[in-house]
């Protein structure tokens, strides 16, 4: 079975500053991988997803993942954080063949200071 | 724009009483998924359903069960609810057979048993 670990629960950062929130996954085949963002009292956001191609892909409001095969990673990044990013991120692998059961990490909250 | 609603924001029950949680999506999604989410623990799967009146048991579906009459609305009962069952619950939706698409969440019910 499929597994995710996030191993950063809280992370803090300045506002302005670079951002990085780390994920390993555990899955024997090509992994399909997302990443999603739950800002407070809302459901989750998909942010952007990974299934083959280039290792680096793009998503919605400035954010950036690179999948590393070698490290079973993908790791989320931003250059510049706003105030507005304060949120909890997940990063989640599903799994190819099946009815698209996605396995969730615990999460990354983001606490962003001025 | 795809949109999964959930029908109660807030939902305080008492123990032993049978509880329903009801999710509609607008979309024509074929897949529905209920998962709860629980600091610590991130999400995870009660329930998932790909068709009308089918369902398939996820990770943690004990002390639950689901009904999926119309391929619009998908709810989650708990027959005799428990504290141990407070947490935050979402629904989400996809299309069948796309792997590559990401889940849609609703906004999600905080129950409370008491």
């Known amino acids: 079975a499929q597994s995710v670990t996030q191993p950063d629960i809280h992370i803090t950062v300045s506002e302005g500053a670079s951002l990085e929130l780390r994920c390993n996954y555990s899955?024997?085949?090509?992994?399909?991988l997302f990443w999603y963002v739950q800002s407070p009292g809302q459901g989750l956001q998909l942010l952007l997803k990974?299934?083959?191609?280039?290792?680096l892909v793009q998503g919605i409001k400035g954010f950036e993942a690179e999948f590393k095969r070698s490290q079973s990673s993908f790791n989320l990044r931003k250059p510049s954080v706003h105030w507005s990013d304060a949120a909890e991120y997940f990063c989640?692998?599903?799994?190819?063949?099946?009815?698209?059961?996605?396995?969730f990490g615990i999460g990354t909250k983001l606490q962003v200071i001025p | 724009d795809v949109k999964v609603t959930q029908s109660s924001r807030y939902l305080v029950k008492r123990t032993g009483e049978k509880v329903f949680l009801e999710c509609v999506q607008d979309?024509?999604?074929?897949?529905m998924f209920w998962y709860r989410q629980d600091p610590g623990l991130g999400l995870r799967l009660i329930y998932f359903?790909?068709?009308?009146?089918?369902?398939e048991k996820g990770d943690i579906p004990e002390g639950y069960s689901v009904s999926r009459e119309k391929k619009e609305r998908f709810s989650l009962i708990l027959e005799s609810a428990s504290t141990n069952q407070t947490s935050m619950y979402l629904c989400?939706?996809?299309?069948?057979?796309?792997?590559?698409?990401?889940?849609?969440f609703g906004n999600g019910t905080r129950l409370t048993v008491t």
């Open positions: 359903s790909y068709d009308v009146k089918m369902k």
């Open positions: 979309m024509d999604h074929e897949n």
């Open positions: 899955y024997g085949a090509t992994p399909y």
């Open positions: 989640a692998v599903g799994l190819s063949g099946g009815y698209q059961k996605v396995t």
């Open positions: 989400a939706s996809s299309p069948r057979q796309s792997y590559n698409s990401p889940l849609h």
């Open positions: 990974y299934f083959s191609g280039d290792t």
